[in-house]
């Protein structure tokens, strides 16, 4: 069944900014967990499973306050979106333990042109010439980003754009799922699923943590939540073609949380980099608005 909600671009612009600051601030505690800050370095699958637990208590504590009414799952598209996800998340906690959180976020924005191309073998779209011009843009900002000469090129990059190419994927799973079952329903789903795969790959590299990284990991599976329930929430009150691009302050807040708390200046590297990939991002999202709005029926 669908269901109207009142648009409000602002307050879908205000929850997207807020998703962006959470967003952000996973990679910052992930970065923490994975360095020798609050105790032994953390293996990235533990770090995940973090993720994945707390947010799952998350949303089954918010489940059993607002007693949704959650549907069959179509449990293959779960754990084939769970999956791409675990394995995406992981690969982006690993890569800012060694690049600052201003480059690997700016990698991560890659993640819809994936899922643009991944899209035309899974979803049987057709690709037109301007969003094979925006995915190039943002590909040569990628190719600055990983610094490509032997004197700076940074191995760990390759990680956020591995990230960028499974959460792309995932991004083509989830276009499936939205058109089948309800955003809380899906939320509940994947972070079960995620807290069991998660589980069974941490058992191999489990460490036990300190009360402080407890509190970290705790702090990433809440502020994924959140930041997962600002996201849902604002696509439902705008069109997508709005709301992607205040997405890319989650760029902003990341390189803020570097420069406040590793004292990570972004270079002009960086920055050159990250600009051409958001403005990659920014004509893929406005091409893909145009779109849907010559489709939406008069």
Not at 99 to 128: H, K, Q
Request: hydrophobic share 60%.
């Amino acid at each position: 069944m669908h269901i109207d909600r009142p648009q409000d671009p602002r307050l879908a612009a205000t929850l997207i900014l807020a998703a962006s600051a959470f967003i952000a601030a996973t990679t910052l505690m992930a970065k923490a967990l994975g360095t020798d800050g609050p105790g032994a370095p953390l293996h990235p699958f533990q770090i995940t499973f973090g993720r994945f637990l707390f947010a799952f208590l998350t949303f089954a504590l918010a489940a059993m306050v607002l007693r949704p009414r959650l549907q069959r799952p179509h449990l293959g598209l779960h754990l084939a979106r769970t999956m791409s996800g675990a394995v995406g998340v992981t690969l982006m906690f690993a890569s800012v333990a060694h690049i600052p959180l201003a480059d690997a976020t700016a990698i991560s924005f890659l993640n819809p042109v994936f899922g643009m191309i991944l899209a035309i073998p899974l979803l049987g779209e057709r690709v037109g010439k301007w969003r094979w011009l925006a995915a190039a843009i943002a590909f040569s900002g990628a190719m600055i980003l990983l610094r490509p000469t032997p004197e700076s090129f940074q191995p760990a990059a390759l990680l956020a754009l591995g990230a960028a190419l499974v959460l792309g994927f995932e991004l083509s799973i989830i276009k499936k799922l939205t058109g089948r079952e309800a955003p809380f329903s899906i939320l509940v789903v994947n972070n079960a699923l995620g807290v069991a795969l998660s589980g069974l790959a941490v058992l191999w590299v489990w460490q036990m943590p300190t009360p402080s990284q407890w509190a970290l990991m705790a702090g990433v599976g809440c502020a994924m939540a959140a930041a997962q329930a600002f996201f849902v929430n604002a696509m439902a009150r705008a069109d997508a073609s709005y709301v992607a691009p205040f997405s890319y302050a989650t760029l902003i807040f990341a390189a803020l949380y570097d420069v406040v708390f590793y004292d990570v200046v972004p270079d002009a590297v960086t920055l050159t980099g990250a600009g051409i990939i958001v403005a990659g991002a920014a004509l893929l999202a406005l091409r893909e608005g145009r779109q849907r709005s010559a489709r939406r029926p008069l």
